[in-house]
């Protein structure tokens, strides 16, 4: 087994989701209305975290979807026994379709095209397909444009192929306290809502929220939320909640060597960080190659016997080293780069903050060669990888 590993804590993706349950719950109690369901989000491996695990804990805890990036990370859940319904955000290509009927998934109409390639498939093979249609009500990425929908999506309502089951869009600045567009993109989708029901659709499921407007703003809430990072245990920068969210995935790996570097000697390549004094290096066998970024050489930080050090060097594709200079540090030691030791904590903000990086980036990165050991209780040794 290679020393390098992140450990996955479905329990505390478990009270994250309950966490934020509890929140939608609160806000719902003074209305007529039932709390929001949650779509939990999985792409990109569960951001790092590994999908199938993760969705498995998600289904078992009820939640009303799963949502991932592709056909393909769809395929990946359903062959990894996941039986709840999945949402894919993504536009299809032709060749995906077959997969969308063998597998059950809901895909999204986003474009004219899209929809009449899912009509020609459902009728070739006599079934009515449900999907969600995306509204681009300003993020300018997929979706049928808001000013538009009387022309775009007659076509799609009518065709008696599909069914229609959820509307949604995206907030593009969500996350930016600040900007207008929050607001603007809100009112569009809510206009948006009222030229649909105008065309003779009934009620679906209308979503728009990912994890920054889960936490700023319950009237973007509607029927369900669309939490990704929020899950995770790590709220989007630079908005902060009162929330117990606990981090889902630490990220940890053992010193391999520990050797004397000499005044006036630099480590790794390019011999960057020459000391004037002389210095102890731990040697750890983690690398950009296992998503330890580049340009944490010389810049970030490690936990090492409970005490924070700096990386030292370029970080290479395999390993990279840290100072330990006035630590008694052995091979064997544990080296934690994202989560606790003793009393201290690396969360995934800081190390993104530090490079100029966002927390979803460093998380979807983590490389494939990492073993990622799923731990279920925290309370126990119950694992299994
Ligand atoms: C990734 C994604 C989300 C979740 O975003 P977070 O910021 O991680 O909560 C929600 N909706 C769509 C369409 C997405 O692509």
């Known amino acids: 087994m290679r020393h390098t590993e992140a450990l ?4 505390a993706l478990r009270a994250n989701l309950a966490a934020l349950r509890s929140l939608l719950a609160a806000e719902a109690a003074g209305t007529a209305r039932p709390a929001p369901a949650v779509i939990g989000v999985v792409k990109a491996n569960a951001y790092g975290h590994g999908a199938v695990p993760v969705a498995r804990a998600l289904e078992d805890a009820g ?3 799963l949502a991932c990036a592709d056909i393909d990370e769809a395929v990946a859940l359903r062959e990894g026994g996941v039986r709840a319904s999945i ?3 993504g536009a299809l290509g032709i060749s995906d379709l077959d997969a969308v009927f063998a597998h059950d998934l809901t895909p999204t109409v986003s474009s004219p095209w899209a929809a009449r390639a899912l009509v020609a498939a459902a009728e070739r093979r ?3 397909l449900d999907c969600h249609v995306k509204v681009d009500t300003g993020m300018n990425r997929l979706g049928f444009r808001h000013d538009n929908l009387r022309r775009t999506l007659p076509p799609v309502l009518e065709a008696r192929a599909l069914r229609v089951t959820g509307l949604y869009t995206h907030f593009a600045t969500a996350d930016e306290p600040e900007h207008p567009a929050f607001e603007v993109q809100q009112a569009r989708f809510a206009e948006a809502r009222r030229v649909l029901a105008s065309l003779g659709l009934g009620p679906v499921l209308c ?13 973007t809430w509607f029927d369900a939320v669309r939490p990704g990072l929020l899950l995770y245990g790590v709220v989007p920068p630079p908005l902060a909640t009162t929330l117990p969210l606990t981090p889902v995935l630490s990220l940890r790996s053992r010193v391999v060597a520990v050797k004397g570097i000499r005044p006036g000697e630099g480590i790794g390549y390019g011999l960057t960080a020459a000391a004037d004094a002389p210095r102890a290096v731990a040697v750890v066998p983690a690398g950009y190659a296992d998503g330890l970024d ?6 970030g930080v490690a936990l090492v016997r409970g005490r924070r050090v700096p990386i030292v ?5 395999d390993s990279l080293t840290v100072d330990v200079t006035g630590l008694d540090v052995s091979p064997g030691d544990e080296v934690v780069f994202i989560g606790r030791q003793g ?3 690396i969360d995934v903000r800081e190390v993104a903050a530090c490079i100029g990086s966002i927390p979803w980036e460093l998380l979807c990165r983590l490389g494939a060669r990492i073993e990622r050991t799923i731990v279920r209780d925290t309370s126990s040794a119950g694992r299994d990888a």
Do not use: I, K, P, T
């Not at 580049?294 to 810049?299: A, S, V």
């Not at 060097?313 to 594709?317: D, L, Y």
């Open 8 to 11: 996955v804590d479905l329990a």
């Open 294 to 299: 580049w340009r944490l050489g010389n810049r």
């Open 207 to 219: 979503h728009a929220a990912n994890s920054a407007a889960c936490l700023r703003d319950g009237r």
């Open 63 to 65: 939640v009303a979807m």
């Open 126 to 128: 006599g079934v009515v």
């Open 343 to 345: 009393d201290e904590v």
């Open 313 to 317: 060097g370029r970080v290479s594709m």
């Open 87 to 89: 949402l894919v955000f």
